[in-house]
């Protein structure tokens, strides 16, 4: 069974802090996605990363797949009361379905 | 329709009664996904079809509940004898094709309370 371990699960910060999401399996992955999710809406795509040691950004965001395709990271910089929300790490198995973190609840206090 | 809609937002059922939970995907996404969420935490995968077939539906916790995809596009879940325990936001996902790298795009969730 393939299983994603998200850390930390809950994360309180001050506006301006930098901080770091993971996402870690014993499962290698073709690819992962993350995702954003904010209170009653449905998760919404952030990136996708294939290659292993690939690394994305998206504005002040940071994604990085690990070289073994099994883990990866989601780093904030300079973090605003925006980027509040459920972020969400899915790897896709080999079945393509996607196989879901539990999520890191993210706050930013002003 | 623009986007994955789900109906209705909100159900409010006793025990033991039968609910249906619809999805209307994007227009030709031919991959449909049901997900359970509770609050807090990931999706939980439930079924998923491939145009009409489920493709796998070993996510359904139980006969207790059961999805149908006639034509190919709309999808109902459907639950028998709800227990408290089935309340959560079931959430709905279209893509492309099977998921592979392509984006799944999701509806805004059903929320259940089963009371």
């Known amino acids: 069974t393939q299983l994603l371990e998200q850390s930390p699960q809950f994360l309180s910060i001050q506006e301006g802090e930098n901080l770091t999401v993971y996402c870690n399996s014993s499962?290698?992955?073709?690819?992962l996605q993350w995702y954003r999710q904010e209170p009653g809406e449905g998760p919404v795509l952030l990136v996708t990363?294939?290659?292993g040691g690939e690394v994305k950004k998206l504005k002040r965001l940071t994604f990085q797949f690990g070289d073994a395709r099994k883990d990866s990271s989601l780093h904030i910089t300079a973090a605003q009361p925006g980027d509040t929300g459920l972020y969400l790490c899915?790897?896709?198995?080999?079945?393509?379905?996607?196989?879901w973190g539990a999520g890191t609840k993210l706050i930013i206090k002003p | 329709g623009a986007g994955v809609s789900q109906t209705p937002s909100n159900k409010v059922t006793e025990k033991g009664k039968y609910v249906e939970l619809r999805c209307d995907p994007i227009?030709?996404?031919?991959?449909l996904y049901w997900y359970r969420q509770s609050l807090g935490q990931g999706p939980e995968f439930l079924i998923y079809?491939?145009?009409?077939?489920?493709?796998?539906d070993s996510g359904l916790p139980n006969d207790r509940f059961f999805a149908v995809r006639p034509e190919g596009s709309v999808s109902t879940l459907k639950i028998q004898r709800t227990e408290r325990g089935d309340s959560a936001v079931y959430l709905c996902?279209?893509?492309?094709?099977?998921?592979?790298?392509?984006?799944?795009?999701f509806g805004q969730g059903t929320r259940l309370t089963v009371v």
């Open positions: 996902a279209s893509s492309e094709q099977g998921l592979g790298n392509t984006e799944a795009f």
């Open positions: 899915a790897g896709v198995g080999s079945n393509y379905q996607l196989i």
């Open positions: 990363v294939v290659t």
């Open positions: 499962s290698v992955f073709s690819s």
């Open positions: 227009s030709g996404h031919t991959a």
């Open positions: 079809f491939q145009g009409t077939g489920a493709a796998d």
